[in-house]
């Protein structure tokens, strides 16, 4: 097929694509297809490899520190390179719950809006 994976790939199965918005320079930004993917601990603690968090005090985040949670997201939606770290590292819910607290570059924003409306109305019945 040609394409580098073994069988191909399949677009309808497709867990996350790319956009046109930069994440961040070099960097597009990176949507789950869907956010019921998004199956990551809601609780507890979570490291963050090196891929992701390679700077500051530790890359342990405690989900039950609301400062934390939200630091964890916003790191995992900026640096995210493939599907699995945004399927692995965020969960739905909190996700809708964060959207509207989250600091992120407008194209960031804008990406996960135009491909997820829930998230555009969190942020619309916040403000």
């Known amino acids: 097929m040609g394409t580098g994976y073994p069988g191909g790939v399949n677009a309808e199965r497709a867990v996350a694509v790319r956009t046109q918005y930069p994440a961040r320079p070099g960097r597009r930004v990176i949507v789950v297809t869907d956010l019921a993917s998004l199956r990551g601990p809601s609780r507890g603690t979570v490291e963050l490899p090196l891929r992701l968090y390679w700077s500051g005090p530790s890359p342990v985040f405690d989900l039950g520190e609301p ?9 995992v939606l ?4 493939r599907p699995e770290d945004l399927t692995g590292y965020l969960d739905r819910d909190t996700l809708i719950a964060l959207w509207p607290e989250l600091r992120l570059p407008k194209g960031m924003r804008q990406a996960w809006e135009e491909h997820h409306p829930q998230l555009r109305a969190a942020a619309a019945g916040a403000a």
Do not use: V
């Open 78 to 81: 900026r640096e995210a390179s």
């Open 67 to 75: 400062y934390l949670r939200r630091w964890l997201y916003q790191i």
